[in-house]
C-alpha cells in the first residue's frame, strides 16, 4: 500500500466517518482521541478536549468516574443500555454506551469509550406510538360523536315543535334554551369530528399563514407579551392548505398567549432540516416551524399526553385544540413535537416538502 493509500485509511480517518461516538482516555482519565460523532454528541470541540480531564472537557461524562476509574483498574470492560447523560440544567443524552479497557502504543492502561445515540430512535418509536394512539382516539371520538348526534337531532326538532304549540312567551324561554344548547352541542360535536373535506392542498410561502396568525393576535396582545419572528426566507414553497395551516398556528400561538398570563416572550421561527422520520417515512427534506415561549411549562406527567382529547391544563379549556391541530398536520403527513420545561415550551410543526425516500 503507497503512503497516500494509507493516509486516506488511517485508523483516525476511518473512525472520524462512523457514526458511532468514539473516545479515548489514556490512565489519568485525560481525552486523547474524539472523533466527529463524539464532537457532534457533546457539543464540543476535539482541538479544545486534547489532553483535557474528561469531566472538564466531556461535563455529561463528570458523574461516572467512579465507573471509568474501576474499568480502569480492573481491566473489565463493560455496557450500559439507555443511559441519561446529564449535564447542567439541560436536557439529557440517551446513549447506548461501551467502555473497553485495552493498552495503548506506550503498554500504558486506556480506556476506549462508544456512544449510541438514541434520541432519534427514541423520538421515531415515540413518534409513531403518538400517530397510531391519535388515530385510535379519531376512531373513537367519531364514533362517539355519531351516537351523541342522533339523540341530539331529535331532542332539537322535538323543542321545536314543542315551541310552536307553546301560546305562553315564559315557557317558550325553555324550549329557546333548549335549543340554543343542543345547537352549541352539535357544534362541539362537529369540532369532535374535524374537517369533513380533505386538505386542499395548494404550494404556498409557510410565513404567509403564520403571518395571518400574528396580525391576528398581535392586535390582543397584553401590553407586557412580544411576539417575534426569526423567519428563514429561503424556504421554498409548501404544498398545503392555507386555512387548515392558519387554524394549527392560531391554536399554537393562542395556547402561548394563555400559558403567558400578562408578560413573557413568543417567537415563531421557520427552518428546514434534512432526512426527518415521520411515521416511519424518512423525508429528504422537511419545514420546521417553531411556536416558543419563556412561560412556566407543561406540568412534566401532563406532558406525555397533550395530544390525547380532552387533556387539558386549563379548567376552561376543552382539551380538542392540540388534537385537532395534530390531525390536521398528519393530513399533511406531517407532525407536532413539544418539549418543555420551566421557561420554554417549544411546538415545532413539521411539513414534509419532498417525496419520501423509505
Known amino acids: 500500500m503507497r503512503a497516500d493509500e494509507y493516509s486516506e485509511h488511517r485508523p483516525d480517518t476511518i473512525l472520524d466517518n462512523l457514526k458511532t461516538a468514539v473516545v479515548c482516555l489514556d490512565d489519568r482519565l485525560h481525552v486523547t482521541y474524539l472523533n466527529t460523532a463524539s464532537e457532534m454528541?457533546?457539543?464540543v470541540s476535539a482541538r479544545h478536549c486534547d489532553q483535557e480531564a474528561f469531566d472538564k472537557a466531556l461535563p455529561y461524562l463528570a458523574d461516572h468516574r467512579s465507573r471509568l476509574t474501576a474499568a480502569l483498574t480492573e481491566g473489565a470492560a463493560y455496557t450500559e443500555r439507555e443511559l441519561h447523560l446529564r449535564a447542567g440544567g439541560g436536557d439529557p443524552l440517551i446513549v447506548d454506551c461501551t467502555v473497553t479497557p485495552f493498552t495503548d502504543r506506550a503498554g500504558e492502561s486506556a480506556l476506549l469509550m462508544e456512544f449510541l445515540s438514541l434520541d432519534r430512535q427514541l423520538r421515531i418509536s415515540r413518534d409513531d406510538q403518538m400517530r397510531i394512539q391519535n388515530l385510535a382516539n379519531r376512531e373513537m371520538i367519531r364514533g362517539m360523536a355519531h351516537e351523541i348526534k342522533n339523540p341530539l337531532g331529535g331532542l332539537r326538532g322535538a323543542a321545536q315543535l314543542l315551541e310552536r304549540e307553546i301560546d305562553d312567551d315564559e315557557l317558550k324561554e325553555y324550549t329557546t334554551v333548549i335549543i340554543r344548547e343542543a345547537d352549541r352541542l352539535q357544534n362541539l360535536v362537529d369540532g369532535l369530528l374535524g374537517p369533513r373535506r380533505p386538505p386542499n392542498k395548494q404550494p404556498l410561502n409557510i410565513h404567509e399563514p403564520l403571518e395571518h396568525v400574528r396580525a391576528l393576535i398581535d392586535t390582543e396582545l397584553p401590553p407586557g407579551i412580544t411576539l417575534e419572528r426569526d423567519y428563514d426566507p429561503s424556504i421554498p414553497e409548501v404544498r398545503a392548505d392555507r386555512e387548515q395551516l392558519i387554524q394549527t398556528f392560531f391554536n399554537l400561538v393562542g395556547n402561548a398567549v394563555t400559558a403567558l398570563g400578562r408578560s413573557g416572550n413568543i417567537l415563531l421561527r421557520t427552518r428546514t432540516q434534512r432526512l426527518f422520520t415521520i411515521g416511519g417515512v424518512k423525508h429528504r427534506l422537511v419545514t420546521?416551524?417553531?411556536?416558543?415561549?419563556?412561560?412556566?411549562?407543561?406540568?412534566?406527567?401532563l406532558l406525555p399526553r397533550i395530544f390525547h382529547p380532552m387533556v387539558s391544563s386549563r379548567a376552561e379549556g376543552s382539551g380538542m385544540g392540540l388534537p385537532i391541530a395534530q390531525y390536521l398536520i398528519h393530513l399533511h403527513d406531517g407532525l407536532i413535537e413539544c418539549e418543555s420545561r420551566p421557561g420554554q415550551t417549544v411546538f415545532s410543526v413539521f411539513l414534509p416538502m419532498e417525496a419520501s425516500d423509505g
Do not use: Y
Open 288 to 301: 420546521r416551524v417553531d411556536v416558543v415561549d419563556n412561560g412556566p411549562g407543561i406540568a412534566r406527567d
Open 41 to 43: 454528541l457533546f457539543g
